[in-house]
T-cell receptor
Framework: EPEVTQTPSHQVTQMGQEVILRCVPISNHLYFYWYRQILGQKVEFLVSFYNNEISEKSEIFDDQFSVERPDGSNFTLKIRSTKLEDSAMYFC??????????FGDGTRLSIL | RKEVEQDPGPFNVPEGATVAFNCTYS??????FFWYRQDCRKEPKLLMSVYSSGNEDGRFTAQLNRASQYISLLIRDSKLSDSATYLCVVPSQGAQKLVFGQGTRLTINP
């Protein structure tokens, strides 16, 4: 069964540094997402992406965040200047039209 | 009312028992609903989709009450492997984004 894959599984970064989280959505899916989950809290929506542009973003997704689909397979989340509070699990998800979202196994981001 | 609200538990039940969780949602226009399960430090995995009054898949039954705006999940003959956090998930109106409840933690005891 095809899966959403994410790399790296764990990223440790100094505060203020840039970080890029990578995702390969399922190949025939059209909608892509990033969510995050701070330890012990609920999963929160960050951004959705369709037809090569952002379709919706949350208040969390401020100017420090950006997404890109640089080629036909990768979908990346960049945080320009990381803060301690960015420490969380980051999940990528994708889905075809009118179907449920499938999640990758996440990247644990630790900001020191 | 919160967008999606669940009893956080924890629920501790013996193996073989039947357990039910409830979830309430605020958006009366929502048309689809999902239950995901999440194991510790893992990704959410789709368990069931609910588009009409309910859905049944083996030992799992989801029911939807639109008038009261709640969804329930029933697990019969629970197994040790059912131990997980169960997430009630509702798409935001007119959008693709999913709104998650805080999850209900379930532990099945031998």
């Amino acid at each position: 069964e095809p899966e959403v894959t994410q790399t790296p599984s764990h990223q440790v970064t100094q505060m203020g540094q840039e970080v890029i989280l990578r995702c390969v959505p399922i190949s025939n899916h059209l909608y892509f997402y990033w969510y995050r989950q701070i330890l012990g809290q609920k999963v929160e929506f960050l951004v959705s992406f369709y037809n090569n542009e952002i379709s919706e973003k949350s208040e969390i997704f401020d100017d420090q965040f950006s997404v890109e689909r640089p080629d036909g397979s990768n979908f990346t989340l960049k945080i320009r200047s990381t803060k301690l509070e960015d420490s969380a699990m980051y999940f990528c998800a994708s889905n075809p039209v009118n179907q449920p979202q499938h999640f990758g196994d996440g990247t644990r981001l630790s900001i020191l | 009312r919160k967008e999606v609200e669940q009893d956080p538990g924890p629920f501790n039940v013996p193996e073989g028992a039947t357990v039910a969780f409830n979830c309430t949602y605020s958006n009366s226009a929502s048309q689809s609903f999902f239950w995901y399960r999440q194991d510790c430090r893992k990704e959410p995995k789709l368990l069931m989709s609910v588009y009409s009054s309910g859905n049944e898949d083996g030992r799992f039954t989801a029911q939807l009450n639109r008038a009261s705006q709640y969804i329930s999940l029933l697990i019969r003959d629970s197994k040790l492997s059912d131990s997980a956090t169960y997430l009630c998930v509702v798409p935001s109106q007119g959008a693709q984004k999913l709104v998650f409840g805080q999850g209900t933690r379930l532990t099945i005891n031998p």
